[in-house]
């Protein structure tokens, strides 16, 4: 016990360093988290033992692999249903060009010109294909887009296409029996059952139990993740669907979804995403930088060929084509997983996922950058109101909600 105590001390202070990095250079936290674990995991394998910190133990996978469950789940609960709706057309055509073209491009470049065999190719053009919805929803927040018409329908777009990099994967790498036919079945029926068990439940214990949502949400999710690993899938499709299915009822509840993002930011998806940067490996990539930059520049080429006709369609102002392109053209959370998927499963290398995750994390940054300081389309923002309205709670669900909920109005009246 004393030494998983101390090796969860060394990784959470991996993740405390990483967050002040993070700040204090002003980019993503997961992409930090990456980074400080490939970091890591260098300083480690070159002046101790590689597996000092024991990245492929089973209680760390078990983390870290809950930390990817719940951050799915909040990813699909990021959509807005009223939005999709009202720009169907727009975010369907453009999410699903998202994902087919770096998926066929980016498979296509490893087979032919990288020479990787047709299992790995496809997980290359799978982890190519996301977008990156984290980095994506903190530039929309940043720069207030997420309240625009323009922003909502990045969002969208964005939502599709990862929704069909996780159908892919499922799709693609998972054995197709009887058994996926029943995560089938379950995925359908959650879309339908969901939503009013969970809301019947906070109806009647919400205010005489502590949290009864987020134990019932954490009951729900490894449940079907136990389903979807029974059936050769993986948790983060169930877990994705989930969200989806909730995103218009729960997730418009501010107070709880932040509090059920701080477990799964403060505690989860740290140690996976510190995790799937501790796998990289450096060496690797610096003896063949080539296949690297083949992998990024076969990403961002692909998506932008693909994207910028058909955003021309829907938006005239060559500033908005080019953002929205570019963010489009962004990779990190979704990427990681399906990357960390194939080396788990052994259908890449090590070699072949350090280069995967390289790419994918250059991809982050690079669009993002360009984006912001050739293209901004700030003519689309509006000027910021003069005070932040207070959220209002339609019912309060715990009885410490209420406690919170009253030090910020009274914080916000001072």
Request: neutral net charge; aromatic residues 12%; charged residues 15%.
């Amino acid at each position: 016990m004393l030494e998983l105590f101390t090796i969860v001390t060394a990784w959470l202070a991996l993740a405390v360093f990483s967050t002040i990095l993070a700040n204090r250079l002003k980019i993503s936290m997961a992409l930090m988290e990456i980074c400080v674990g490939a970091f890591a995991g260098y300083i480690a394998m070159r002046f101790f033992d590689p597996d000092i910190l024991h990245p492929n133990a089973e209680w760390m996978k078990f983390v870290a692999g809950s930390g990817a469950v719940l951050l799915t789940f909040l990813a699909g609960a990021e959509l807005d249903p009223a939005s999709m709706r009202a720009k169907a057309k727009e975010v369907t055509v453009v999410g699903l060009i998202g994902f087919f073209a770096p998926f066929i491009g980016c498979a296509a470049l490893a087979y032919f010109l990288l020479g990787w065999d047709g299992r790995a190719s496809l997980l290359g053009g799978i982890a190519l294909s996301t977008t990156s919805m984290a980095v994506v929803y903190a530039v929309m927040l940043e720069y207030g887009f997420n309240k625009t018409e323009y922003g909502k329908g990045i969002l969208g777009a964005c939502f599709i296409n990862d929704l069909g990099t996780v159908i892919g994967l499922g799709l693609i790498f998972a054995p197709f029996t009887y058994r996926t036919l029943i995560l089938v079945a379950a995925c359908v029926l959650i879309v339908f059952v969901l939503p009013p068990i969970t809301d019947r439940l906070t109806k009647v214990y919400g205010n005489r139990t502590a949290a009864i949502r987020t134990k019932w949400l954490v009951f729900v999710l490894f449940g079907l993740g136990a389903l979807a690993l029974w059936s050769g899938s993986e948790p983060v499709l169930p877990a994705y669907i989930a969200g989806m299915a909730l995103a218009g009822s729960v997730a418009k509840d501010e107070f709880f979804i932040r509090r059920f993002r701080t477990l799964t930011i403060g505690f989860l998806t740290p140690l996976y995403f510190l995790r799937a940067g501790y796998l990289v490996s450096i060496p690797a990539v610096l003896a063949a930088p080539l296949v690297f930059l083949a992998l990024l520049g076969g990403k961002v080429a692909s998506k932008i060929l693909g994207l910028y006709p058909v955003i021309g369609v829907f938006r005239e102002s060559k500033k908005e084509r080019w953002y929205y392109t570019l963010l489009m053209s962004t990779g990190l959370t979704f990427g990681s997983i399906s990357a960390l998927y194939g080396l788990t499963h052994g259908i890449v290398t090590r070699d072949q996922y350090s280069f995967l995750i390289a790419a994918i994390i250059a991809s982050a940054v690079i669009p993002t950058v360009i984006a912001n300081k050739a293209f901004l389309p700030d003519h689309l923002l509006e000027a910021p109101m003069a005070d932040e309205e207070i959220p209002q709670l339609d019912r309060v669900t715990d009885n410490w909600e209420q406690e919170e909920y009253d030090m910020y109005t009274k914080a916000k009246g001072e």
